[in-house]
């Protein structure tokens, strides 16, 4: 049974995201701006509906899906692109793939302790972001 990601979770690291933010064509004044947000994230996972919060003190973005089923996501806040997204687990992760523009995107959480990961994968760039559940 996958673990319920429920919790509210302070940025605690994140690595590579200027080249992850190249590779979605983000302009360069916005990559720094990104790059110098902590990031939070809020998760309400009640049976097979998720509701996914990125809190910054720029703007929030909020996912809100059923598991296994596709839907049209407006990446607009990121990146001006809607892509076809679905999102289910592989094992204990979180899984979701961006059908759309860019080759190879999407990103995957998991756990480790009271530790969430986030991989998001564009093209051939990896960034891996790491947050620490406070509630």
């Known amino acids: 049974m996958p673990p319920n990601l429920t919790g509210y979770y302070r940025f605690v690291s994140q690595e590579n995201m200027d080249n992850y933010l190249r590779a979605l064509d983000i302009n360069v004044v916005l990559r720094k701006l990104v790059c ?8 309400i996972h009640t049976g097979d509906h998720m ?3 990125t809190i910054t003190s720029l703007r929030d973005y909020v996912m809100d899906f059923d598991l296994g089923v596709q839907f049209e996501e407006d990446l ?3 990146d001006g692109r809607k892509c076809q997204t679905t999102v ?3 094992g204990d992760q979180l899984v979701c793939e961006q059908l759309g523009e860019k080759r190879n995107r999407g990103w995957r959480h998991w756990l480790e302790g009271d530790q969430l990961h986030l991989r998001m994968t564009a ?3 990896v960034c891996v972001q790491v947050f620490q559940k406070v509630k």
């Open 36 to 43: 110098f947000l902590k990031p939070d994230k809020e998760i």
């Open 51 to 53: 509701v996914i919060r």
């Open 76 to 78: 607009g806040p990121v």
């Open 88 to 90: 289910s687990w592989e």
């Open 123 to 125: 093209e051939d760039e």
